[in-house]
């Protein structure tokens, strides 16, 4: 059979096939040369080195036309839709509408995330397109790099955590701490008004603290022996919800993200009090892998998570 030689094809330039092509469309090495910008002597270089590659002449002269063989005859259909492939596989994306996307997205975060930004989310993707779905796992279910790396989630909402280097990250907001406490807590009605706990008191509350892996310490804790202070931990919970619960039912204090406190002490009866000192605040991040950096659909949710917490920002 006359095809490429398998040792030659390796080094097969590809422009000798758009040269075959404009040769076939304009029967002339120089209409050729002005249709893939070579001169003339490049295209007839160029037929030579695919006459020997084929081991066929391709086209012959007659009067002033090129004409293909039975040979190029042959192969113009198959090089014509090849190079029409290739055009439409390396062509840029087109203008991206969501309102056509058919995906399915997975995030991951504490719930936090899924009490004060998931249902905004799912009204905003629901009032776009009908076509996306959303999964939203719990933070504890795993290592977030290996995740990415594995295409189980498709960006994870997190307190700063280490990275690969093939991870990419944005900074959504800063949380600083709060604390919140029973309304009717008796060690509290001595402070009438206060929105400031006092030093002492820290030491006399019991304390409840969010924590995905049953530590019974966290960043607040490093933050009250600088100012040389301790609290007595005596319940961890993985998640901020029941949390606030079991403060609100137990006489319990905890130092929780200040935009939880705000949108969820209050209505459960629970006083909030800035702490005694400047509230250490935690950068909150999207993490990516950097291979959907440039993924249209995905810059597109990543865009709108970054909107969506824009009431976070604005938080104390």
């Known amino acids: 059979m006359g095809s490429i030689r398998a040792m030659n094809f390796a080094a097969f330039d590809l422009n000798l096939l758009r040269i ?103 009204q905003r993707l629901r009032g776009l397109s009908s076509g996306i779905s959303l999964r939203f796992l719990d933070t504890a279910r795993g290592d977030v790099a290996r995740l990415l790396s594995d295409d189980a989630i498709d960006m994870a909402l997190e307190a ?48 409840a603290l969010r924590s995905s892996d049953g530590s019974l310490r966290g960043p607040i804790d490093e933050a009250l022996a600088q100012h040389g202070l301790k609290r007595r931990v005596v319940l961890a919970m993985p998640h901020f919800a029941p949390l606030v619960d079991c403060v609100a039912a137990n006489n319990l204090a905890a130092a929780i993200p200040a935009q939880f406190a705000e949108a969820h002490a209050k209505p459960k009866g629970l006083r909030v009090f800035n702490l005694p000192f400047p509230s250490p605040a935690s950068p909150i991040k999207l993490y990516w892998h950097e291979r959907r950096t440039r993924d249209p659909a995905h810059a597109w949710l990543r865009k709108l998570v970054h909107e969506l917490c824009e009431p976070f920002r604005r938080s104390p």
């Open 160 to 207: 700063p955590i280490d990275t690969a280097e093939w991870i990419e990250s944005e900074l959504l907001f800063m949380s600083p701490f709060k604390v919140i406490a029973s309304a009717s807590h008796p060690l509290l009605h001595a402070l009438g008004d206060a929105d400031t706990l006092p030093p002492e008191a820290i030491a006399e509350l019991d304390w």
């Open 20 to 122: 075959f092509n404009a040769l076939m469309r304009e029967r002339s090495a120089t209409r050729a040369g002005e249709q893939v910008g070579l001169s003339q002597p490049a295209v007839s270089a160029a037929l030579n080195r695919l006459r020997d590659l084929l081991d066929d002449k391709l086209f012959v002269r007659q009067g002033n036309e090129m004409i293909p063989t039975p040979r190029a005859e042959s192969l113009a259909p198959g090089i014509q839709d090849a190079l029409e492939s290739l055009e439409r596989l390396l062509a840029r994306p087109g203008a991206f509408d969501p309102a056509k996307l058919e995906r399915s997205f997975t995030l991951m975060g504490a719930d936090f995330f899924a009490i004060l930004l998931v249902p905004g989310l799912v």
